[in-house]
């Protein structure tokens, strides 16, 4: 089994600043928004151990939130750019 950390404190502010301008949705209802840092584990748990998105483990939000936000911040660069963050830093992400 591949060990996966959640980003520390100052890898978040490395790259909580490209969630500072997200657009988001007009007001439905439904459940709250999740915020970023725990999307992005979820992402970086997936990327990091190659495993599909059914097997994200409960802690992190509903898979198809984080399925939905991959999607939306690899079409739009965000994704991208946090990878080049992350990596410039010394944590080894990479888009399997």
Known sequence: MIQFDDLTDSEWALIEGLFCNEVVPPERSGRRRVGPRAVVN??????????SWSRVPGWYPSRPTCRR???????DGTLAE????LNAAGRNVSLR
């Open 42 to 51: 979820a992402v970086l748990w997936a990327l990091s151990t190659g495993h």
């Open 69 to 75: 936000r991959f999607e939306e911040w690899q079409a």
């Open 82 to 85: 946090i990878i080049r963050r």
